[in-house]
């Protein structure tokens, strides 16, 4: 999906599968800027490639694989302050 102009801040991001994967804190570039507050973000903000979303779905962000997998997908910016 490259036109991210559907994705918002505070839109819950979900994995193929429906689970959780985090919450939009914004779009960076290229990818997605997730909130450090959300459960398993352990207090890091996360990054995930907008190149691997499959669609904007009401207030939702789905990526294109299960959301098992998020931590082969996701970067970080450095370790918890």
């Known amino acids: 999906m490259s036109d991210t102009s559907g994705i918002r801040e505070h839109m819950e991001i979900i994995g193929a599968d429906d689970a959780h994967i985090?919450?939009?804190?914004?779009?960076?570039?290229?990818?997605?800027?997730l909130t450090k507050t959300d459960r398993?973000?352990?207090?890091?903000?996360?990054?995930?490639?907008?190149?691997?979303?499959?669609?904007?779905?009401?207030?939702?962000?789905?990526?294109?694989?299960?959301g098992e997998l998020v931590s082969q997908f996701w970067e970080t910016d450095g370790p918890a302050a």
């Open 22 to 33: 985090g919450t939009v804190d914004h779009v960076d570039g290229g990818r997605i800027k």
């Open 40 to 66: 398993g973000a352990a207090g890091q903000h996360h990054y995930l490639p907008v190149a691997m979303v499959d669609g904007v779905e009401g207030d939702k962000v789905r990526m294109s694989f299960k």
